[in-house]
């Protein structure tokens, strides 16, 4: 496959409301109304091997730009000011459709049906035996290796109540990727009107089935494409973790943070204890574990992460409702991929925060469950907030 060109296309809203595409084919399209939200905009990101055609649909509120493709509800750009104003996109990803088909690290994807890893891909759910793909070692890894990140879903744009959103909707067959029951997926993608971004998920099956949904987008606060984020500074509500073996599956202990790298209850910077020899570190390369959350599951997000970046002044918040979240420095980034900007990303260019349930918790008792079943609704909700200081 060619690498394809983005040509600009104006689109209206599913409302009806009329949007003015602005800019050039390579840079972000979006209207802004009266009041100062962004319409929805939509426009041709290239075209598959099957000849499905890819969308990307950008969005703009608040001072924060969201531009989202329908393959893999990838996040491929995500604008938001420095101290002094100026746009920057902050998460790391490709500006063609084909560098992502090609062999993506999950950039800005939307993940599932279960985000992260399973040991083995085996589990076993009221006496059935499930076999998942295995795809990372001898892991099953985001939901196979054809998960949520390498699908097509329908976009439909919203607005109301100062709000501007796409929904994202798939329906995955009973099977698919080894996992039991028809599971009907609706995702949000939200600007709010100071710029905050929020996503909501929600699934239903036919079947008892098990579910963990979270997007693995990858940021660096200070640019996508300016290097390092060892300087950002980091701080989890989490007085625990979850250690891994090699492989990186949880051995099933809450390890206590203190006194570890992994102690990021006061803030600090990233990369101030990763080159420290510790047994997880270096299972890990770097960071790559879930983080036990302080508060556990909760009915409305509540905040759990803040990081910055001195140079920018940039500033993110998060709050969830996930009992975990995943942070990953971005270890396996080894100088093999170009991004956006056309820079090369190098291990520690960019981070991931991955709100979730825990990793192989259908084979950990002692983890809280991910069983879904039918007449029951997955919810799960994580805000992200942006700022400067």
Known sequence: MTTSRRTLMTAAAAAGLAATAVGTGTGTAYAKDAKGGGHAVKEHFGTLADGTKVDRWTIENGRTRLSVLTYGGIVQSLEIPDRHGRMANVSLG??????????????GALIGRYGNRIANGKFT?????????????????????KGFDKRVWSIEPFEGGGNVGLTLRRVSPDGEMGYPGKLTVRVDYTLTPTGDWRI????????????????????NLGGEGTGSIYDHR???????????????????????????PFDFRRSKAVGRDIR?????????????????LDKGITSRPEHIVTVSEPESGRVMRIATTEPGVQFYTGNFLVGTLAGTSGQVYRQGDGFCLETQHFPDSPNQAGFPSTVLRPGETYRSTTVHSFSTR
């Open 94 to 107: 490709f500006a063609d459709l084909d560098s992502y088909v090609a062999g993506s690290p999950y950039f």
């Open 125 to 145: 759910l009221d006496g059935h035996a499930y076999q998942l793909p295995v795809n990372d070692g001898p892991n099953s890894l985001h939901g196979g290796d």
């Open 200 to 219: 909501d998920y929600e699934a239903t099956t036919d079947k008892p089935t098990v579910v963990n949904l979270t997007n693995h987008t990858y940021y």
């Open 234 to 260: 980091l701080q989890i509500a989490a007085s625990r973790y979850t250690p891994v073996g090699k492989t990186l599956i949880p051995t099933g202990e809450l390890a206590k943070v203190a006194g570890t």
């Open 276 to 292: 420290e020899a510790h047994q997880q570190v270096l299972y890990g390369q770097g960071i790559d574990h879930n983080f036990v």
